[in-house]
Nanobody
Framework: QVQLVESGGGLVQAGGSLRLSCAAS????????MAWFRQAPGKEREFVAR????????AYTDSVQARFAISRDNAKNTVYLQMNSLKVEDTAVYYC????????????WGQGTQVTVSS
């Protein structure tokens, strides 16, 4: 089992920045990918970004490319999402997720942290 705890959400004006953190505990040695997803009111949960736990390789959804940066600190078992040039449409609950090695789904999820961007 892997436990995930997010922090760093809040209220920010459009154009501003926030950094989300996700601390992992438990069987972290088995993590393959860590990712951020988000869910806006009335919409389905969507993928935002992911990082390979070992190599650090990253991937992003098109709408956040060049504005958001995902990174990980293996020593702290923590993944970050630096969000810059925030837009009103980035408003959502952001969830951290972990995918174990040998598994194709994200089976471990945090409780979510609210990000609200005002105009």
């Amino acid at each position: 089992q892997v436990q995930l705890v997010e922090s760093g959400g809040g209220l920010v004006q459009a154009g501003g920045s926030l950094r989300l953190s996700c601390a992992a505990s438990g069987r972290t040695f088995n993590i393959y990918h860590m990712a951020w997803f988000r869910q806006a009111p009335g919409k389905e949960r969507e993928f935002v970004a992911r990082v390979h736990w070992g190599t650090g390789d990253t991937a992003y959804t098109d709408s956040v490319q060049a504005r958001f940066a995902i990174s990980r600190d293996n020593a702290k078992n923590t993944v970050y999402l630096q969000m810059n040039s925030l837009k009103v449409e980035d408003t959502a609950v952001y969830y951290c997720a972990a995918r174990a090695d040998g598994v194709t789904t994200y089976d471990y999820w945090g409780q979510g942290t609210q990000v609200t961007v005002s105009s």
